[in-house]
């Protein structure tokens, strides 16, 4: 296996001591993805989780107006640190809910595809009853803001043929407590694993594939499975020779990817409401932030402010000293007695040369078959990772069954050429070991641990 970063999972990141002069224990921050989403037996990655007795931390049921979070858990405040009373915060979301409802009206009545944004104000030209002034306007605002995080996309981009198609398996959203470390490194167990191997080009056929990667070292394979994140392949940035078909470059481009940042601060002590999420409400969506409260889940001082969509772009254009001055004045907008971090860390998915972006989305127009186009292998190339997920785009456990499914599909293909070529069939003792070890965690009888404080 070839990885071009130099750890498994860049997505976790400690937050050590470094110049501050206080010591302070090692604890792991997921930069990245952090949530299972779907805490049901039906998710492929339960059997793992629940062998290796990693617990989740819930935070939200099944059907939440925002995705992976709970309103019950939510304190949003004013630009200038007035709490916005909870009944207001209830109310807008359960118009919040309707408006979203009723787009499904518009879908019907339309031909051709919108953006959602474009579909919301069409509800609210026709609903003026759901239309929001002053206070309410800058909460709904924040609904938009926490639902174009899930997409990691702004609202004027996300596709309103496709943004509630998405399977989302039942048991509601938790929180990998230890992060998702421990499942990369038991799956990574045992296998040749090649860090810092960023790969520039890809030569494919004639029952051959070699890879070429920075420093001009080659591999040579029967055939090769491409996980790298669809961002990558989108800007170019692995040659393929020959050139991959019209179609697959196509799917390519077909499929929008987001982007979502997270700003850690770790603080001395916690001097903020006991709630999973502090968000800040504005006149845009785009204005509007929030907070995860991860003392909730791990005991632990931090805050992680989070960002997706043209705000996740626009942070990226700043150093990371401006990024944390910028989220620090929110904080104490809402907020005065905030003190500052001791320690902080701030990713840039967008702009990281080996992901240029986080996940996928459905953009305005999406054709229809573009999923079955991009998971299609070409030749001895196939093709996995969370944007060619049927059914699960944008999530660990989708990125997993593409990729289980895509390590299926290539190891048929080689049994037929080995049986082509009169030689025995390439399941071979490594390849039923790895199998033993899958089903070893298939087989386990240990429950999902999860709770909530």
Known sequence: MLFSRLSCWNHVTDLAAGSTP??????????????????CNENPLAPLIRRLGLTLYRTSGDNSVLYDHDLESCTLFTADGQQVPQRLVMEVGESFRRILKLTEKVREDHDNDM???????????????????????EVLQWYLCRMEAWFAADADLISLRSWDQEHVLTGGHGLMMQGYYPVIEALAKDYDIRLNQRVTKICYGDEEVKVTVDGGAEFVADAAIITVPLGVLKANKIEFEPKLPDWKTASIS??????????ALRFCSVFWPDVELIGMVAPTSFACGYFLNLHKAIGQPILVYMTAGRSADALEKLSDESVVNFVMLQLKQMLPSATQPIQYLVSRWGTDPDSFGCYSYDVV???????????????????????????????????????????????????????????????????????????????????LQISRM
């Open 115 to 137: 953006s959602v944004m474009q579909a919301i104000s069409i509800v609210i030209d026709s609903h003026p009853e759901l239309r929001q002034g002053g206070l309410a306007h």
């Open 254 to 263: 077909d499929v929008g990817v987001g982007n979502e940042n997270k700003v």
């Open 22 to 39: 206080i010591t302070l224990l090692v604890v792991q921050v997921d930069m990245g993805a952090s949530w299972l989403h779907g805490v």
């Open 365 to 447: 127009g999406k054709p229809e078959d573009v999923y079955e186009r991009l998971r299609a292998p070409v030749g001895n190339l196939f093709f996995a990772g969370e944007a060619v997920s049927m059914d699960h785009q944008g999530s660990v456990h989708g990125a997993y069954s593409a990729g289980v499914i895509a390590a299926q599909n290539c190891q048929t293909l080689l049994n037929l050429m080995q049986k082509q070529l009169g030689l025995a069939s390439t399941s071979s003792s490594s390849s039923k070991a790895s199998s033993q070890k899958m089903n070893g965690y298939l087989d386990a009888t240990f429950p």
